[in-house]
Structure formats: structure tokens, C-alpha cells
């Protein structure tokens, strides 16, 4: 059975138009989201306040990302009762677009530390701990995103190869700011709100790992959630 994504054109122009507007409506919330975590990375590394304020802003304009797309999916499942192809696109884009949100979240999560610690009295040293790891994830959720883009399945593999990366990259930082805080009493509460960046960081690695999951699943009808990445490519040998 050949399960490669076959992306049809329906008699109905109204339908393929219905269709491909969500498809633009996705990239252009993750383009969006992509842009708040780069902004989140730069305001708490820089402890930009403006720029944190700024993001905390946009993450309406991501909601009403995530209330549209959602609107425009069931009115096609209600209206057009989908199948094949185009429901598996359906519903990767109800799944893509939940994780995309909960990325903002966690974006959002770094300009109000960055707000913190930048009105806390201890913030005389840059707190550069993030710099890798924040390079690492947003790399990655570029990288997801354009896979989404371009039904890419080998970038969204390398994606999930690469959260392995960010995964060590966290333990390292986590260990470091321990050793800190230990180190000296006075950093312990800027060195906690920095763990609390470094998690938020981590998860945005995991839910664009999801993205890349539901790449998989859009373009070869696998669903590789929960497998390693040697168990997802022995899957697909068998597509």
C-alpha cells in the first residue's frame, strides 16, 4: 500500500482554496511562533525588557492563530467530510497548531523571567548559560517548520535526531547553575528563574520533535509517536 502523501485537486476550487489557505494559516503561525522564541532567547540573554514586553504582546496574535486555523479545520470536516490524504492533513494540522501554541507559552515564559530578573537586584552579569541551548532550539524549530513547509520527512528526521542534542544541553545547564548556586547564596533565585528558561527551552525542543512526529505521519500514514529514531526509520524501510 502506498502511503506518500498525494496532496489531490478537487473539482471544487472553493475546496482546494479552503485547504490551502490552512496550510499558509499554519506556516504563518509558525513563523510567528519561531520569531517569539528567538525574541524570548534574545530578551532574557540581553535582559531586553522592551523586547519581552514585546513578545508577551504577540502571543495574542498567536491565540488568534490557533482559534482560526481550528475554526477553518471543522468547518472542512463538517462541510467537505474529508478522506484519504486530505483528513491526514487535517488532522496533522490540528495536532501541528496545538504544539505551535503551547511553543508560544513557553516563549512567553522567557520575557517574564527576563522581566524578573532584570528588576532583580542581582543582575550585574549576563546570564549567557542559555546562549547554546537557545541557538540549539530555535535552529530545530526552524528547521520543523520548514519540513512542514515542504512535507520535508528527511529534515523533520534530522529534527528529531537533533531534541537528543537539547536534551543534553539542559542536563549540562541544569548542573552548571547547581554548581552556582551552591557556589554563592546570592544567585540562587535568578540562577532558579534561568532553570525555569532552560525547561521552557527544552519543551519548545520537544514540541517541535512533535511537529516533526506529525510530519511523518501526514506524508507516509505512519504514526511514529513514542518510537526512537532507529525504531521511526525501520518503520518507514517498510512504507
Known amino acids: 500500500m502506498k502511503t506518500d502523501l498525494q496532496l489531490s485537486t478537487h473539482i471544487s476550487k472553493r475546496y482546494n482554496a479552503e485547504l490551502e489557505e490552512i496550510r499558509s494559516l499554519v506556516a504563518q503561525m509558525g513563523e510567528l511562533v519561531l520569531q517569539q522564541v528567538e525574541q524570548g532567547v534574545q ?14 504582546k504577540n502571543d495574542e ?17 463538517a462541510t467537505r467530510q474529508p478522506a484519504a490524504s486530505d483528513l491526514r492533513m487535517i488532522v496533522c494540522v490540528i495536532k501541528v497548531v496545538t504544539d505551535l ?7 512567553i515564559k522567557l520575557g517574564r523571567n527576563a522581566i524578573k530578573i532584570n528588576n532583580s537586584e542581582n543582575n550585574n552579569r549576563p546570564f549567557s548559560e ?11 524549530l526552524q528547521q520543523a517548520i520548514q519540513a512542514y513547509v515542504n512535507l520535508d520527512v528527511e529534515s523533520a528526521l534530522q529534527v528529531i ?4 542534542s537539547i536534551n543534553d ?28 528558561c ?10 517541535a520533535k512533535n511537529v516533526s512526529e506529525y510530519i511523518v505521519y501526514l506524508v507516509k500514514g505512519k504514526d511514529v509517536r513514542h518510537s526512537s529514531l532507529a525504531e521511526i526509520k525501520a518503520t518507514l524501510e517498510n512504507v
Open 43 to 56: 530578551s532574557i540573554i540581553n535582559l531586553d525588557n522592551t523586547l519581552a514586553v514585546q513578545l508577551i
Open 61 to 77: 496574535r498567536v491565540n488568534d492563530f490557533e482559534i482560526k486555523i481550528d475554526e477553518a479545520c471543522t468547518h472542512i470536516l
Open 101 to 107: 501554541e503551547r511553543m508560544g507559552d513557553e516563549a
Open 130 to 140: 542559555l546562549k547554546n541551548l537557545g541557538e540549539q532550539v530555535t535552529i530545530n
Open 161 to 164: 535526531k537533533q531534541d537528543e
Open 169 to 196: 544541553e539542559f542536563d549540562n545547564i541544569s548542573r552548571l547553575l547547581i554548581t552556582k548556586m551552591m557556589e554563592d547564596p546570592r544567585e540562587i533565585k535568578n540562577a532558579l528563574r534561568i532553570t525555569w
Open 198 to 207: 532552560a525547561r521552557a527551552l527544552e519543551r519548545i525542543g520537544d514540541h
